[in-house]
């Protein structure tokens, strides 16, 4: 059974920066990739952030500069520092890890952690 638990989320005034974190425990034989997406209300989950097994990260365009993807492979980890924030980057954000078990590769998603950006 694979668990993802994510911390970091708030309120956070615009220009302000916030760290996001998820951390993945359980049976895994191996990860491939981790990445992060945002909901905000009324619009689909987009994709934020995301980082394969090799190190290579993409960004969508709105973060691009603003927001760093970076995974800790010790600890099962995967972090999002987010600068600059905007009113606009207010979603609930999702870890997202696509990894194996013994059962076979499967994608799992953490329980969502709010960033609210407003003054």
């Known amino acids: 059974q694979v668990q993802l638990v994510e911390s970091g989320g708030g309120l956070v005034q615009p220009g302000g920066s916030l760290r996001l974190s998820c951390a993945a425990s359980?049976?895994?034989?191996?990860?491939?990739?981790m990445g992060w997406y945002r909901q905000a209300p009324g619009n689909q989950r987009e994709l934020v952030a995301g980082?394969?097994?090799?190190?290579?990260?993409n960004y969508a365009d709105p973060v691009k500069g603003r927001f760093t993807i970076s995974r800790d492979n010790a600890k099962n980890t995967v972090y999002l520092q987010m600068n600059s924030l905007k009113p606009e980057d207010t979603a609930v954000y999702y870890c997202n890890v696509l990894l194996a078990t013994i059962k076979g590769p499967n994608e799992y998603w953490g329980q969502g952690t709010q960033v609210t950006v407003s003054s």
């Open positions: 359980g049976s895994i034989l191996s990860i491939y990739s």
């Open positions: 980082i394969i097994i090799g190190g290579s990260t």
